[in-house]
Structures are given as structure tokens and as C-alpha cells.
């Protein structure tokens, strides 16, 4: 049985660390997805030296957070063993979770530095029509987000515009 527990944990950590590295190739960047808003940028007329210093900075901030994202998928593969011992070890599970927080937190000062930056580099036109565009809000306050009928993230039929309510027979908050 320890044997398996073993095997299982050691395919648990390879399994991991090999979808996290595959998972973030060339998506880090400035909104709260990681990822660029093409027709945003597109949107701001960048002049070829702006768009090679963003690329720039895009790379820079890429390169400081890789490293990062694999050591917090280790720290989390190393506290979803700490959980799947039969005697837990409070000290070591607070341990490793502060120690997840930490590295967070420099991914959260990498991508901060990284915005302040690109905005550095915009004229006040381009900065007007950046905060026009809704950018730095995230993913999270995006038109569309939710569950429920219509267009956008979540579920449901074309997924959702935020429906709540009994008319969204789809929705898996009204299931029970």
C-alpha cells in the first residue's frame, strides 16, 4: 500500500509540473488573464518602438514569473501530499501554504511592475483609450461573465449574462 501511495505521488508531481510549463508558454502579460488583449493594443496605434518595448516588457515579465508559476505548482503538489497523509502535520501544511502566498505575491508585484510600465510608455491619448477599453479590470469584470443564456463566460446556452434567476432553467444554481 505505502508502495502505491509512493508511485501515486511521484506521477502526481511529474503529471503537475508537466501541465504547468506546458500550460503558460507565452501567457503571461498585463491583463488579468495573462494575456494581452490583441484588438486592444491594436486599438492604441502603438509606434513600432512602443510595441518593441511592450513585447519587451511582456518577455521581461515572462521570463521573472516562469520560474515562479513552476515553484507555486510544486508547492501545491507538495501541500496536496501534506493533505493526503494519514497523520497531518499542521506546522508543515502552514508552512508550505505561506510559502505559496509568498510566491503569489511576487507574481502580483511582477505583473503590477510590469503594468505601471506599459503605461509608462503610452501617450495620454493612448492611456485614455486603454481606460476606455475597460483594461486592468480583468477577466472577472468582462461583459458576459456569469451563468445563464447569452453571450459570454459560464454556463448555460451560449453561456452567461449573470441569470440568477428561476427563468434560467439551465443554470446549475437552480438545479437540486
Known amino acids: 500500500m505505502k508502495k502505491i ?3 501515486a505521488a511521484v506521477l502526481l508531481v511529474v503529471a503537475t509540473a508537466t501541465l504547468a510549463m ?6 503571461t502579460g498585463f491583463d488579468g488573464n495573462r494575456q494581452m488583449n490583441p484588438s486592444v493594443i491594436a486599438a492604441l496605434d502603438l509606434t513600432n518602438e512602443q510595441t518593441e518595448k511592450v513585447q519587451a516588457l511582456h518577455d521581461s515579465a515572462a521570463k521573472i514569473t516562469t520560474p515562479i508559476r513552476a515553484q507555486i505548482v510544486t508547492k501545491r503538489t507538495e501541500m496536496k501530499l ?3 497523509q494519514t497523520t497531518l502535520d499542521a506546522d508543515k501544511i502552514k508552512a508550505t501554504q505561506k510559502e505559496i502566498q509568498a510566491l503569489m505575491v511576487q507574481i ?6 510590469t503594468r505601471i510600465a506599459f503605461r509608462n510608455l503610452l501617450t495620454p491619448e493612448q492611456t485614455s483609450k486603454l481606460i476606455a477599453s475597460g ?6 469584470h468582462k461583459k458576459g461573465g456569469g451563468y445563464g443564456k447569452g453571450k459570454g463566460g459560464g454556463y448555460g446556452k451560449e453561456q452567461g449574462r449573470g441569470c440568477w434567476g428561476s427563468q434560467c432553467g439551465e443554470c446549475p444554481r437552480n438545479r437540486q
Open 5 to 7: 501511495s509512493i508511485i
Open 22 to 27: 506546458a500550460g503558460r508558454h507565452g501567457r
Open 82 to 84: 501534506l493533505w493526503m
Open 108 to 113: 502580483r508585484d511582477t505583473r503590477t511592475d
Open 135 to 140: 483594461f486592468g479590470k480583468g477577466s472577472y
